[in-house]
């Protein structure tokens, strides 16, 4: 898929780590991160965690930023490997609300730093995700790290905001396909959707979703979209069966998204994340409708 050089420059800006080697500290806090969202967030503010969970699939569902090959491997978030755990040593454990549970069992190895991001009573995410940065920072005495990472994410999304002022763009209805009868859709009060207000693109899908940004609907729903010339955006990964059955299905030939032209791919962005998968976000729909404006 391509991406515009001149969004992954400006995207290399906002994500930049600061420390140089010249200012690395020796007594560094061991950092053990069990969230996508606070791991990236971890590399924004200079202090790449030694162990985090579900590394494996990294690639596939953040991409960016890269994770550092130092950084362990400790099992998925539920079955976290004890063992391994311990050999790491850490400070500090960085967990959530979704995994409450573990929390008995962690406490032995570490100060447990519980973040909220997704609740119900968290109301937009990237409010929250913001929140959790400040809140992140002053555990690892990274505040100034922090403020300058969020002024230059917005200042990223004010640059995405201008680049798409004064197009004729559409109303967006952003989903990742389950398989071809199912999907998942993206609106109030998701990071997403947060992004489509912060850079100026409208939500094709008004009603809202639960505290996690989406909810899973039948393809047939999307009949329910009022705006008739809205695009139909959805992620990588796509399962491979879902194109050519749609191409077959008779219910999707008769939604106005089966026209040519209303239907983008855009590569894997992490829905939840948190300022850094906000950013990642912003880039690459602002490059998709610059593109096709």
Known sequence: MFVSRRTVLQYAAAIAVAPTPLLAETSRKRIVSLDYGLSSTLLSLGLPPVGISDLA???????????????????????????????????????????????????????????????????????????????????????REAEAFLSRSDAFFDRCRERLAGKNLPSIALVNFMDARHLRIYSSPGLFHNVFERIGVRNAWTRPSNFWGFETIGIEDLAKIADQNARLVAFDPVPPDVLPKLTESPLWNRLPFSRPGHLSILPAALMFGMVNEAVRFAGLLTDLLEREA
């Open 57 to 143: 699939d990294w690639g596939r569902w953040v991409v960016e930023p890269a994770m550092p090959d130092s950084v362990v491997d400790i099992g998925s978030a539920f079955e976290v490997n004890l063992e391994i755990l311990l050999q790491l040593k850490p400070d500090i454990i960085l967990t959530t609300p979704y995994l409450d549970e573990l929390a008995p069992r962690l406490k032995p190895y570490g100060k447990i730093v519980r973040l909220e991001m997704f609740t119900p009573d968290s109301g937009p995410i990237l409010r929250s995700a913001i929140a959790a940065t400040r809140k992140l920072s002053v555990e690892i005495a990274r505040e």
